[in-house]
């Protein structure tokens, strides 16, 4: 069965992003890229990725200068109601209710899992449609004051694994309610 998984980092006061969508914050905090809770072992179970507008700019804004323009080989889909050119790769610009986009999206992963990349909105959207299972979140040690928030609306979670990845705390959640909460 498919999950629909949000794997982000947050500050220790709940922002993904300064309110200019800046990650610098994040970026120079220290982590061992093969320790606890790590991207390369969570993108092994993707078999698709959905985002908002802004996140999938900000990601053409600081990816493009390689040699690949998108980062991911996993069909993408950029959920959006403003009028977007879909990037070059495996991408999909859609826009509606998340439920509705379901059907393509497993179908997409081939199943594997849905990444939820960046954008608590978006995040919250997948939840209000019980589409949403697992929260994995690294926390860095920092506070932003204001920005992006992690997460806009109440979320019951369960806490599943937690484990230290350098600066990060990493804590993996099980959303109460869906399939793997123990109280399931």
């Known amino acids: ?16 992003a300064t309110a200019d969508d800046s990650l610098d914050w994040l970026l120079s905090q220290p982590l061992d890229a093969a320790g606890p809770m790590n ?5 092994a179970g993707i078999g698709a990725i959905v985002m908002g507008a802004t996140t999938c700019a900000w990601i053409l804004e600081h990816e493009e200068s390689g040699p690949r323009p998108w980062p991911y080989s996993q069909p993408s889909f950029v959920l959006t109601h403003r009028d977007l050119a ?3 790769g495996h991408v999909a ?11 393509r ?19 919250a959207q997948f939840a209000r449609a019980g589409m949403l299972d ?8 920092v ?40 109280g399931s």
């Open 134 to 141: 697992e929260v994995l979140i690294s926390y860095a040690p």
């Open 105 to 123: 999206l497993e179908e997409a992963a081939a199943g594997k899992d849905v990444w939820i990349v960046g954008g608590g909105d978006l995040a």
């Open 93 to 103: 610009v859609v826009s509606g209710d998340v439920a509705a986009l379901r059907p």
């Open 39 to 43: 991207y390369e072992e969570f993108i």
């Open 1 to 16: 069965m498919t999950a629909y998984r949000y794997y982000t980092a947050s500050s220790l006061d709940g922002f993904i």
């Open 143 to 182: 506070m932003l004051g204001a920005g992006r928030p992690l997460f806009p609306d109440r979320l019951d979670l369960e806490l599943v694994e937690l484990a230290r990845n350098e600066a990060f705390a990493c804590a993996r959640y099980a959303v109460a309610g869906r399939p793997g909460a123990s």
């Open 86 to 88: 879909a990037p070059a």
